[in-house]
């Protein structure tokens, strides 16, 4: 685990106030590695997958290097798709809260251009688009790139791809490759490398490192449900499976807070455990845990650091971890001292492709696991009552019930339809 | 419109820190007329539907009154549905947020009653559970009854035609009979009038007026689409319309903000209208709205009031407004000085009883609209690119091109190939 905060990379205080706004809590590898780079000025590329921070590893330097005020676009963000550009501004949007003079204006096919011409005349200094439309306003004389300081090709691989490579070259003939080139790529082909070789000067090359180990006996899952069901999914599996202790991960402070609401609203003995709290509301938190007067805990990374509970049941990870790394930190949190153990973790979207990173990383392939339906949870829970059923009858001494029942029993109703009936009385409802 | 806020209804300071921190700014017309009354130790019969924020009448009240510590729950609230505890127990977490001593525990069938138990156990001064459950605690003798001081059924019709009528009685019968009986329900049938009489002393009777009536000239419709398909929709609605001033309310302050941001991310020259901004910056935003600069207003009811813009093209209801007055007063803000205007209200799952109620008050039906595919977006983009080109046609002078075409014209190509060619130059990407 990394141990830096986003205060050492040299982040302005007004970013780093919105970060902390943002609710996260410590950089990830990539961002850890790439900002203090891209803020010396450097060229640089990237090899990161989506849902590794690698926005907010280009986006904070972005926002600090742009030229605040100027009526010119001083960086240039390209993406493959629509999609990613407004994510990508959103992101961005949300990192320039507490900074002035920076607007954000995502250019994108599909959205009358009218709009884009207005947000461009207004002045942007930092614009994100994908390469179409952007060579189209390149065209028109509606964005000029003349006081460009900054080429940002986010995704270039996919880029690539979808058949953009002329586009690209032709956009970074229009920066006269003068400006820093940053490039994020989960791969690096050939193509990578050719269009590395014209228009970058050595740039530094960055990995996220594939030295992740996988936690050994702990059952790996991944569970597509929506991402509104999960916290009743997480519900359904703990009922079902009776677990005692479960430990529930996500991405920041923030959420970390609501999701200890939900969990409550259910009635569930549930607390929070991040870097917002003090260390001696946290080890008393984890005291807590530690005996089970809370069944669930809701954990950062950064937090759980120093977790050493050694009875987790099931450990879920309601956020996809944003590095391979916390994701072998976080299962193996369960099946310690060796107990067993189970780590599901939640899909859809986009989330898919972080997920295919991480077992590559790991070498491991999470196993699919539906979502319990209630049904089976009731069924689980019929199962547990004739275990219990059959521990009373081992133990025996039944005599004096069974005289009470006999003369029903050669009544109307047949021994079984009277057990069933009591089955019903003791369990239903 | 009510001018009240929810301070001067005798709220505790703590309580309406967290109504503040929860983003609303004023409360409903059940908020209004029922907090007062109840605090003030009063049975109460409200008649008030889901959406219409009849969770916070009473919870407000509860909470404040709820015996701080005592180890017996001072508070049971009965509602039809585990959903509905859920939801009820979530609402009253958060408004318990900066509460010392009030502890609220959900008691529902579907759920392991061991983890019920520990929960009792440690002592809970609200109890929110569906009418079996209770019983079954109640039985068992793991939930006591002797020191309660208020119940409160939610949706008591809908109790009653689930066939908890009995359950419900036998509660009331445990509970004495002497606490502060408070119940909301959307009818009033006769099997409630009889839990009236038998069960409350002297009621008031609440109910939110139906006098609302419709704004004359506004289309208004309602489109089914998943929450988090909301924004995407009233993008797609926009572009297809080619609206240029729009208002989209939403229930709280804290959603305005962060769906302000959503919207500047698709590049909406987008801005907020709520009540924690200054009166000065409410002013310029107004202006900026009026004179175009901002083209989507995302505003709260209370905001809103004052605006008096005329151009308004649609009014989109991201959240379902909490009452049917709001409704009236949102979509009044569009089809003003004569001319026509449209409104959307969003709609699934739990809503549809609020829109039904809208429905019925306003004695309109409000008309389903799909939501646009994104090739509609596409087709009506043509449609208004054949308009530009009528409108080039219709201005003449076009023999300079013709005869540069010509040659072309003779070769290989049809004349409508070329003019599909370039219309694909000119409007495509």
Tied chains: 1, 2.
Excluded at 193 to 201: F, G, H, L, T
Excluded at 308 to 334: A, C, K, L, M, S
Aim: glycine share 8%.
């Amino acid at each position: 685990m990394k141990n830096s905060s986003f205060s050492a990379l040299g982040i302005q205080p007004e970013i780093l106030k919105a970060v902390n706004d943002m609710g996260f809590e410590a950089p990830t590898s990539i961002q850890e590695k790439c900002i203090p780079e891209i803020l010396a000025g450097k060229d640089l590329v990237g090899q990161a997958q989506t849902g590794t921070g690698k926005t907010a590893a280009f986006g904070i330097p972005a926002l600090q290097m742009a030229n605040k005020g100027s009526k010119s676009p001083s960086v240039l963000i390209l993406t493959p798709t629509r999609e990613l550009a407004i994510q990508v501004t959103g992101e961005l949007i949300k990192l320039a809260k507490h900074v002035n003079g920076v607007f954000t204006v995502p250019v994108y096919g599909g959205q009358p251009i009218s709009r884009q011409l207005k947000a461009l005349k207004k002045g942007a200094q930092i614009v994100v688009g994908t390469p179409g439309r952007v060579i189209d306003h390149l065209k028109r004389g509606t964005l000029k790139l003349g006081a460009l300081e900054m080429v940002v090709l986010d995704e270039a691989d996919e880029m690539l791809n979808m058949g953009f490579r002329e586009d690209l070259e032709q956009i970074l003939s229009y920066s006269k490759g003068k400006s820093q080139t940053i490039m994020f790529s989960a791969t690096v082909p050939k193509a990578i490398k050719n269009i590395m070789n014209k228009w970058m000067d050595h740039p530094e090359m960055i990995k996220v490192e594939g030295k992740a180990q996988t936690a050994e006996g702990v059952e790996q899952y991944v569970m597509e449900v929506r991402d509104s069901m999960r916290v009743e999914a997480i519900s359904r599996v703990i009922d079902m499976t009776g677990a005692n202790l479960t430990l529930v991960f996500s991405n920041t402070k923030r959420r970390c807070d609501s999701l200890v609401q939900e969990f409550q609203a259910r009635g569930f003995a549930a607390d929070a455990l991040h870097g917002d709290m003090r260390q001696n509301v946290r080890d008393k938190v984890m005291n807590k845990f530690r005996n089970g007067k809370i069944e669930l805990l809701v954990a950062t990374d950064v937090a759980a650091r120093g977790l050493d509970v050694d009875d987790i049941d099931i450990v879920f990870n309601y956020d996809v971890p944003q590095d391979p790394e916390f994701y072998v930190h976080r299962i193996g949190r369960t099946a310690r001292a060796g107990k067993s153990g189970m780590a599901i973790t939640f899909s859809t979207g986009r989330k898919r492709k972080s997920i295919r990173f991480i077992e590559k990383i790991i070498g491991t392939k999470l196993m699919p696991l539906p979502m319990p339906s209630s049904k089976e949870v009731q069924l689980s829970k019929m199962e547990s009552h004739l275990d219990e059923i059959v521990d009373v009858l081992q133990k025996g001494g039944l005599r004096e019930y069974i005289d009470q029942l006999e003369p029903l029993a050669e009544g109307d109703f047949s021994p079984i339809e009277i057990a069933a009936a009591l089955m019903k009385m003791k369990f239903e409802k």
